[in-house]
């Protein structure tokens, strides 16, 4: 029962391009939303995150956008660069159940000189 | 300056042994986690652990547990191994009520490989 879902195993873009990541989740009870990226070896870095009560935030070259009628978020990166190709994973948590992190599958981003 | 760090990164033992890995954070923080990622890549919570309380997913074994001897360290220790225990292990922690109290920062993992 998978709560949070990245269907895009992966994604292919030219540098300079943006880059549009998607996430679904099921669980209406998640009330804060984060993006990590992961390169391999590693452990995933926090890159950027929203609270449910907005529906966009921006920081630098990443903006994560908020759709919770759709139970739908993205994250777009403008402009692409080689440097962000990396798994990209979405997570979210419920305050109420001790915010543990629930993870997606991850994204495969490759950015293209 | 390592914020969340983990020891070993690399471990490779036996079924039927018991193993620690450690983990150590310098941010200050009150509450700790580890995850589990699987084969497929999947990273699912483990435990959550702060001075208070320990919440644990219910789909651990208790083969597994947490032992923290201050709050700067979070060990997970792990008895019988099997199999299936093989995979990437990450700890990470948040500070509760901070100004990003729901972001939790992650150590680079160890890699547990059961023979």
């Known amino acids: 029962d998978q709560q949070v879902k990245q269907n895009s195993p992966s994604l292919s873009v030219q540098e300079g391009r943006i880059s549009i990541l998607n996430c679904d989740y099921t669980n209406s009870m998640f009330d804060y939303f984060l993006w990590y990226k992961k390169y391999p070896a590693e452990g995933p870095t926090f890159l950027i995150s929203?609270?449910?009560?907005?529906d966009k935030n921006e920081d630098g070259r990443f903006t994560v956008f908020l759709n919770k009628s759709a139970k739908h978020l993205s994250l777009h990166i403008v402009p692409s660069q080689p440097g962000d190709s990396a798994v990209y994973f979405c997570a979210a948590s419920d305050l109420n159940a001790g915010n543990m992190l629930t993870f997606g599958g991850g994204t495969r981003l490759m950015v293209k000189p | 300056d390592t914020a969340v760090s983990q020891t070993p990164k690399y471990l490779v033992t036996q079924m039927g042994n018991d193993k620690s890995i450690k983990c150590e954070q310098n941010?200050?923080?009150?509450?700790m986690y580890w995850y589990k990622q699987d084969s497929k890549k999947f990273l699912k919570i483990m435990f959550s652990y702060n001075n208070k309380e320990l919440i644990i997913n219910e789909t651990v074994p208790n083969r597994f547990s947490p032992k923290s001897p201050d709050k700067a360290h979070l060990n997970l220790h792990i008895n019988s191994l099997e199999l299936g225990d093989s995979a990437v292990y990450f700890c990470a922690s948040s500070q509760l009520g901070g100004a990003d109290s729901d972001t939790q920062y992650f150590g680079p993992g160890t890699r547990l490989t059961v023979l």
């Open positions: 929203i609270s449910s009560i907005k």
């Open positions: 941010l200050g923080h009150d509450t």
